[in-house]
């Protein structure tokens, strides 16, 4: 009898499977970018690379993402104001840390969203300026990432500062101890100043721009910002 090369499996012995490595389910739109979000800090580019899509599925799956970032980095931008630390001493909050609690929340959402809009406008002025074909939403949403590291130090000096000083915090002079105080300060303002870096960084990536182009386009839309605001700062001034 020839030889034909197979191998027949012996009685009684199951037929054997061909296993064969199955794909990765894909991640949802929304997911991926629930995960840029935290990517953002390690791996800027490919995250605002991917800002570039702005097909309706890609920018409806970045909202709530968004929200979260221009929310957070309003609640540390309202907790940056000098009036911030002095709440605890108004009588309408009667020392009341809930209330206090409830109030930094709601000013910094609403602070947030204002400059998420607003700003962003005035990024989409400063943008179109420098030659960009963007949309205003991109701008917008390039504003958002770029907020990032202002969550970040919100969820890593602000913890550590309500430790050293407690309710002090709010208080007159609660936390002017010196060394303590400088050093808070130095870190929000690196946050602050890395939040302005990767706006510029962020920019050049997505505009596909040099970043000096790109630091031009953020210059345009302060500039922007200061003709809007100029003639209400005269009328305070003059009143």
Same mark, same amino acid.
């Given at each position: 009898?020839?030889?034909?090369?197979?191998?027949?499996?012996?009685?009684?012995?199951?037929?054997?499977?061909?296993?064969?490595?199955?794909?990765?389910?894909?991640?949802?739109?929304?997911?991926?970018?629930?995960?840029?979000?935290?990517?953002?800090?390690?791996?800027?580019?490919?995250?605002?690379?991917?800002?570039?899509?702005?097909?309706?599925?890609?920018?409806?799956?970045?909202?709530?993402?968004?929200?979260?970032?221009?929310?957070?980095?309003?609640?540390?931008?309202?907790?940056?104001?000098?009036?911030?630390?002095?709440?605890?001493?108004?009588?309408?909050?009667?020392?009341?840390?809930?209330?206090?609690?409830?109030?930094?929340?709601?000013?910094?959402?609403?602070?947030?969203?204002?400059?998420?809009?607003?700003?962003?406008?005035?990024?989409?002025?400063?943008?179109?300026?420098?030659?960009?074909?963007?949309?205003?939403?991109?701008?917008?949403?390039?504003?958002?990432?770029?907020?990032?590291?202002?969550?970040?130090?919100?969820?890593?000096? +602000?913890? %550590?500062? @309500? #430790? &050293? !000083? $407690?309710?002090?915090?709010?208080?007159?002079?609660?936390?002017?101890?010196?060394?303590? *105080?400088?050093?808070?300060?130095?870190?929000?303002?690196?946050?602050?100043? +890395?939040? %302005?870096? @990767? #706006? &510029? !960084? $962020?920019?050049?990536?997505?505009?596909?721009?040099?970043?000096?182009?790109?630091?031009? *386009?953020?210059?345009?839309?302060?500039?922007?910002?200061?003709?809007?605001?100029?003639?209400?700062?005269?009328?305070?001034?003059?009143?």
């Amino acid at each position: 009898m020839p030889w034909t090369g197979c191998v027949s499996e012996p009685a009684g012995y199951p037929p054997r499977v061909n296993a064969e490595v199955q794909p990765a389910p894909e991640q949802s739109p929304e997911r991926q970018w629930w995960l840029r979000a935290l990517a953002v800090f390690q791996a800027p580019r490919p995250v605002f690379a991917a800002l570039r899509d702005e097909s309706p599925r890609e920018a409806e799956a970045r909202e709530e993402p968004v929200l979260a970032l221009i929310v957070l980095a309003g609640i540390a931008g309202i907790l940056l104001a000098p009036a911030t630390g002095r709440l605890l001493d108004e009588d309408l909050l009667d020392s009341s840390v809930a209330v206090l609690g409830v109030l930094v929340f709601l000013s910094g959402a609403i602070y947030g969203v204002a400059t998420y809009w607003i700003g962003g406008g005035a990024l989409y002025v400063g943008l179109r300026g420098a030659g960009s074909a963007g949309s205003y939403r991109r701008a917008r949403h390039m504003l958002a990432f770029a907020a990032a590291p202002m969550v970040l130090g919100l969820v890593t000096v +602000w913890p %550590l500062r @309500l #430790l &050293v !000083y $407690g309710t002090d915090t709010f208080r007159t002079g609660g936390s002017d101890d010196g060394v303590g *105080s400088v050093l808070f300060g130095l870190a929000s303002t690196a946050f602050a100043l +890395w939040s %302005l870096g @990767l #706006l &510029v !960084y $962020g920019i050049a990536v997505v505009e596909r721009w040099r970043v000096l182009r790109a630091a031009v *386009s953020v210059a345009l839309a302060v500039l922007a910002i200061l003709v809007v605001t100029f003639p209400f700062v005269i009328a305070l001034a003059s009143s």
